[in-house]
């Protein structure tokens, strides 16, 4: 071990063989004067990357010393000698830091190491030979100590320093030239891909430099021969002067005009330009179509389109007398806003929403755009990119209007319930300022950058959920249901629209295949059962079909009645079978609202031995499971009053069961549904089945409203139901039911479970007098 006072090198390595000229600061002076009175002028130089010593360094013999010619300050040549690696620090004289080194010497050369050192000659010739240090490669050449050959790469530009320290940490020759060849071999690569870019980017240059030359002098060619000159900025200008623009457009446009003249026609900037001119000039600025103002032949026109949907025919025809009032009392643009409205459809799949906006536009006289925004995540593909985007394009409401031709078109926001936040923003936060009435009359596009006025635009918003709207969103819009058909109007549907489209479609005529009424309403009924007409027309797709082959083998007229419709469409899908359900207690037929409208739900329960409780299957929710517990804790405690068996209740293990356990179900509408099959199974009473129900239930026996009353008693009729349960408090949604559903549909509006169970259950009378409550 040899004690050494110790010289900190910042941010450089020092390897053996090296000579550095270091700029002395107080404590690397320190260590210089103890090297000088310790009389062999040898000291430590260790490296201190980031602030931190390294625990190798260098032993190094100072050369020479004293002041730099030009700033004075003190420095001194040091020369590396030998590696060492660092002990502990021990104390020592002056100011300097003093340490123990353990001094290392190298291991012994082999033949593999003079292998390897060839190969890096050769390598760090052909470096330093890209540089033209021709002096450098001789000195190389001559060298014949391997070590002090690996060690030279400490004054190599292209190694890092942690690669140096690599280097100064190694004792064998072998592993530090087999490192070098490595790092060489690497930065050859570098060079000679940063060469071949090089070149590329000077030939593009050369390339360019010559296309302009060219293109000045075919310019120069044209002027002499008198031809007419590309549209340039002067062409632009002229049609900007021209337009019929807004004032604040025309002066963004003029500004935009002026710098494509400055700018040069090689530049991509002056691509840019024209491209956002073409679409400010592509716009209709000041175009308006006309509305209709016969308010019934605008009502004929809707009637026409599509049977039902009277609720939102009656907001059209509203809108457009109101309009009509402002047009005649001269307030169409007081506040320099228009009575642009924001309608919300919403209804399950198939219903004709899509469709409705064709109509309305058609009632209004005004033009049609459909703008899908199912499963858009960037919020630029409504508020438009910046301009300083590569590929930039406005937004889609921009193009929606220049699709239209004019500013007040009927814009269809299509599935606006499927937009979702992505990583590029979230698309229905930059929606709220477009369908906001008090806002959309200086909307910004990002592309644009000038006030738009979307507010005589009738912006149509179309969704399945409404809950998958966002609130600040949907607060916006004005919401409108559409819950589906009835069996009547489905027929009607099918009869005046989709048997024309499918026998157009089909290449028949209504003279070769006919469908009878009472054949459309079987379809309707027993093959299909939905919300919309989506699957009515398909079954009428697939009569055609069948049809058309039964023509091509015999020409007579094919008429389609009910009884033939197995030999198109097969045995019925769909049967009534909540008598078949509930023929065992313990069953109790529920209604719910689903995405594709309202169904019907059947709940199970049953009892058996074991430890008491509830168990619960069919993929419930927490509000569903919720519910169940509720129900039978109002059971258990109201049992006796109500005449249930109280051995059934706390004394067996329950099950409830709501089938289709593949399908999620949640929500508070079958509280009394459950009620109703427990007391059912308790009593061993049936659940009469011309009953269907809907309700949240409480501890206190209370039945609170829910929603969806309309979907639910439509699929109530559907499914054959003859008599429902709603809570009292919903009996107002009694008077959006179509007239035909309520002639033929009993609807019970109650308030207490008490009376539900009086009226769902089977008479006590119907079981053996002879024997006590059914007990399972």
């Keep these: 071990m040899t004690t050494l006072p110790v010289l900190p090198l910042n941010d450089a390595v020092l390897l053996p063989g090296m000579v550095i000229s270091v700029t002395l600061d107080p404590s690397t002076q320190a260590a210089v004067d103890a090297a000088r009175a310790a009389g062999d002028k040898t000291l430590l130089v260790v490296p201190r990357l980031d602030g931190d010593y390294a625990t190798h360094g260098v032993t190094a013999i100072i050369e020479k010393s004293g002041r730099l010619a030009g700033s004075g300050e003190p420095a001194a040549v040091l020369r590396g000698v030998s590696r060492a690696r660092i002990g502990s620090g021990v104390p020592g004289p002056g100011a300097a830091l003093w340490v123990e080194a353990d001094i290392l010497t190298d291991a012994p050369v082999t033949g593999k190491t003079r292998e390897l050192a060839r190969e890096y000659k050769a390598l760090l010739t052909s470096l330093l030979q890209q540089r033209g240090a021709w002096q450098v490669i001789d000195a190389v050449d001559r060298i014949t100590d391997l070590a002090e050959l690996a060690d030279t790469a400490g004054y190599a530009p292209w190694l890092t320093l942690p690669q140096k320290m690599e280097l100064l940490e190694s004792a064998d020759v072998t592993h530090r030239l087999e490192q070098l060849i490595g790092w060489a071999r690497e930065h050859l690569a570098e060079q000679e891909i940063a060469e071949q870019i090089g070149n590329d980017v000077r030939e593009g240059i050369e390339k360019s430099q010559r296309e302009f030359l060219l293109r000045q002098q075919l310019a120069a060619i044209r002027k002499e021969l008198g031809e007419d000159e590309p549209e340039g900025s002067a062409d632009y200008r002229s049609r900007v002067e ?313 020409a007579e007229p094919i008429s389609v009645g009910a009884d033939e419709l197995k030999d198109y469409l097969g045995r019925p899908r769909f049967t009534p079978e909540s008598a078949e359900r509930t023929a065992t207690p313990g069953v109790a037929t529920g209604l719910a609202v689903t995405g594709a409208g309202g169904d019907v739900l059947f709940i199970e329960a049953t009892a058996m031995d074991g430890e008491p409780g509830l168990t619960l299957t069919g993929q419930l929710g927490d509000v569903m499971k919720e519910s169940a517990h509720i129900a039978l804790s109002y059971l258990r405690s109201h049992g006796r009053e109500l005449g249930l068996d109280p051995n059934v209740l706390a004394g067996k293990r329950i099950h409830l069961h709501v089938p289709a356990g593949a399908v999620p179900k949640d929500g508070p509408s079958a509280g009394i549904t459950m009620v109703t099959a427990l007391a059912s199974l308790a009593a061993g009473r049936p659940v009469r089945p011309e009953f269907g129900m809907t309700g949240e239930v409480t501890l206190a026996g209370r039945v609170l409203p829910i929603g969806g009353v309309k979907q639910k008693l439509l699929a109530a009729h559907r499914a054959g139901l003859t008599e429902v349960i709603i809570p009292a408090r919903n009996e107002p949604d009694l008077d959006d039911l179509p007239t035909e559903v309520r002639d033929v549909l009993k609807v019970h509006v109650l308030a207490d479970v008490a009376d539900v169970l009086k009226l769902a259950l089977a008479p006590a009378a119907s079981i053996n007098d002879d024997r006590d409550l059914v007990t399972v």
């Design 242 to 554: 021209a337009a019929d623009l807004p004032e604040k457009v025309r002066e963004a446009a003029l500004r935009e005009v002026d710098k494509l003249e400055r700018a040069s026609d090689a530049t991509p900037e002056a691509g840019w330009i024209r491209t956002w001119l073409d679409t400010v000039l592509d716009l209709p600025w000041n175009t308006r179509t006309e509305d209709n103002t016969d308010l019934a032949a605008a009502r004929a026109v809707l009637d026409a389109d599509h049977a039902g949907l009277s609720d939102v025919k009656d907001r059209i025809i509203e809108h457009l007398a109101v309009r009509n009032r402002r047009a005649a009392k001269g307030l169409q643009t007081v506040g320099g806003r228009g009575s642009g409205a924001v309608l919300a459809l919403a209804g399950p799949p198939g219903v004709g929403k899509t469709s409705l906006g064709e109509s309305v536009a058609r009632a209004l006289g005004r033009n049609f755009v459909r703008v899908s925004l199912g499963g858009v995540r960037d919020e630029a593909e409504i508020r438009g990119h910046r301009r300083t985007y590569v590929g930039a394009l406005p937004g889609r409401l921009v193009r929606a209007l220049r699709e239209a031709g004019s500013m007040n078109p009927v814009i269809l926001l299509d599935e606006v319930d499927k937009v979702s936040a992505g990583y590029a923003g979230d698309p229905a936060a930059a929606l709220l300022e477009v369908l906001d009435p008090a806002q959309n009359h200086t909307f910004r596009d990002h592309y644009l950058e000038v006030d738009l006025d979307l507010s005589d635009v009738l912006f149509l918003a179309t969704a399945n959920v409404v809950e998958s709207i966002p609130g600040p969103l949907l607060d916006r819009m004005e919401l409108v249901t559409l819950d589906g058909y009835t069996e009547q109007e489905k027929v009607a549907i099918a009869r005046d629209h989709l048997l024309p489209r499918q026998l157009d479609r089909a290449g028949l005529t209504a003279d070769e295949v006919t469908v009878t009424d009472e054949a459309l309403g079987k379809v309707a009924a027993e093959h299909t059962r939905e919300a919309g007409v989506r699957q009515l027309e398909r079954a009428l797709a697939k009569i055609l079909r069948k049809a058309a082959v039964k023509l091509a083998a015999d």
